[in-house]
């Protein structure tokens, strides 16, 4: 009777271990499919240069710069030894994006139970959003789990008092707040937890407050050398733009459909109205449990009283983790009439919510399964299928690309004839030493943001040096290139800008109105313009 009651159970377990080997190896097979096709962009060129230059010059250019913290930089130092082309850069990104998946089932699964778990791990494994920073050289999948791993570990705290796990707690904490400052704001999800469930909560706070303090202190360190070195006032995050009030909204959208989305297509509407829908189905549900709000103090501490006020709360815990660092990055990056105020709303750096929405909308599917079975596998299919479309644009659109220094520099350094200049902006140094040929000759022209120092240089200083310029040099190269700055990663604006590139680069409008354009050539995201400089109209002195 016991034998024969057992194997439905021992089935069960087999057929969840054969899931979830399967959603893994899914995972890992979109993560390492076209790994090293793309090129590096800007910020993974700086991670192969910062993991390679002398330790010295490395902690100088974090202190110098102040944007970034040190830990992921100091891995990669290790790292290179593996190798410094795209594929082996970005493969360390891609194991932290693998790990996840496993990570995120056992937050699933402790939510709402094995089905939610598979659910929440086949949802990770196919969000394009997950899988595009999976594939890129920077520290997000190392935060982004890191955080997961952490807010597991207070899950499982949530329902037993464990020293094992209050050890894997801080450590995580510590690593993801020393891979990405706004790590910091799931710290404050988790205190938020805390303390609004004062009265069931109270001894687990207690030692949290001990174990975040820990972390505190520990990452104290590294603040302390940032305030001696100037503090964050000169750091270089000014092309943030301030957020709108329907920013959420979208990061929403773009945690369920990815970046890489056609957003023409009615389907990804369908797809996060099916995502908000179950997350929307868990809110409902927790509101109908809710946990005991007046409980003795010598029941606080007993085991069968924390499994179930644990099991109660877990959702909730997975509804702040998402809103409360969402929130607080919005509010701070709101345009507001505050001195020095900068905004920080990318969603990149919000990737340590992923996970708690993934989650929250497999809790979501599991739940409408057991009452509507049909119905859950249409809204899973609509979901998977938006997914698939936009997979399908990030492996071979260009137009949802990142930048092509690679290729751009490579037709530099085989076309470029000796009598032939380039023509740089300063960030766009990296990538001529990085990818094309270091030893080219090139002028430096500045960045013009605001139209008095535009104007100024124009009609100043830029007849001037070009008069000078055109007595060494027959032709140049002008190099034109547009970021993709939309802080939730669609790449539209990025396109129409080189699209619109003698508009909107005011440099390029003025060589083009003066110089004829023997030839111009467009790669993703930049676009090379050569000019005949012996042919010049309306410049002093020619």
Not at 46 to 73: E, G, K, Q
Not at 284 to 289: E, N, T, V
Not at 465 to 477: G, N, P, T
Request: aromatic letters at 12%.
């Amino acid at each position: 009777m016991l034998e024969s009651s057992s194997r439905p159970g021992r089935s069960r377990g087999l057929q969840t271990q054969i899931a979830l080997v399967l959603i893994l190896l899914l995972a890992f097979g979109l993560r390492v499919y076209r790994l090293g096709a793309q090129s590096l962009w800007w910020d993974e060129m700086h991670t192969s240069v910062m993991a390679r230059v002398p330790l010295r010059t490395a902690l100088d250019n974090l202190l110098a710069i102040r944007n970034h913290v040190p830990l992921y930089f100091m891995v990669m130092r290790l790292w290179v030894s593996v190798g410094t082309a795209e594929f082996a850069l970005r493969f360390f990104s891609l194991i932290w994006g693998v790990v996840a998946i496993a990570l995120v089932y056992r937050l699933g699964k402790e939510a709402g139970g094995n089905a939610a778990g598979l659910i929440a791990g086949l949802l990770l494994a196919l969000s394009p959003f997950h899988v595009w920073y999976s594939q890129e050289a920077r520290m997000y999948t190392l935060m982004s789990t890191s955080v997961l791993a952490a807010s597991w570990f207070l899950m499982r705290l949530l329902q037993r008092d464990s020293r094992v796990d209050w050890a894997g707690y801080g450590g995580c904490m510590l690593v993801a707040v020393y891979t990405h400052y706004l790590a910091v704001f799931v710290l404050a999800a988790h205190y938020v937890l805390l303390t609004f469930y004062f009265r069931l909560l109270r001894p687990l706070l207690l030692k949290w407050l001990v174990s975040a303090g820990l972390v505190a202190a520990l990452f104290g360190v590294w603040m302390a050398l940032i305030m001696v070195s100037g503090g964050f006032a000169g750091s270089p995050i000014a092309w943030i733009a301030p957020a709108h009030g329907y920013e959420p909204a979208l990061t929403l959208l773009m945690f369920a459909a990815g970046p890489t989305v056609d957003l023409r297509q009615p389907l990804v509407y369908v797809a996060f109205a099916v995502s908000v829908g179950a997350l929307g189905l868990v809110v409902f549900s927790l509101r109908q449990a809710r946990p005991p709000k007046h409980v003795p103090v010598e029941v606080l501490s007993d085991p069968a009283f924390r499994r179930q006020t644990g099991h109660l709360l877990q959702g909730r815990f997975l509804l702040i983790w998402l809103t409360v660092p969402l929130l607080l990055i919005w509010l701070i990056s709101l345009d507001l009439p505050i001195p020095n105020k900068r905004s920080i709303y990318v969603d990149r750096y919000l990737i340590m919510c992923l996970p708690a929405f993934v989650a929250l909308v497999a809790v979501g599917l599991s739940a409408l399964y057991r009452r509507w079975r049909a119905a859950a596998l249409v809204a899973l299919a609509i979901v998977v299928a938006s997914n698939a479309l936009a997979l399908r644009n990030m492996y071979v659109d260009p137009a949802y690309a990142r930048e092509d220094w690679r290729a751009a520099m490579q037709y530099l350094k085989d076309k470029r004839q000796p009598d032939e200049v380039l023509f740089l902006r300063p960030s766009q140094t990296l990538p001529l030493a990085y990818y094309g040929d270091p030893s080219a000759l090139y002028q430096e022209f500045p960045f013009l943001f605001l139209e008095g120092e535009r104007r100024a240089f124009l009609d100043g200083e830029m007849p001037v040096r070009m008069a000078a310029i055109a007595q060494d040099w027959d032709r140049a190269w002008l190099v034109t290139s547009v970021d993709n700055t939309n802080p939730h990663g669609f790449p539209y604006q990025r396109n129409d800008g080189l699209a619109r590139a003698h508009e909107t680069d005011a440099i390029k409008g003025w060589l083009d109105a003066r110089y004829p354009v023997l030839a111009e050539v467009q790669f993703t995201g930049i676009r090379l313009t050569l000019y005949d400089l012996t042919d010049a109209t309306g410049i002093a002195g020619a």
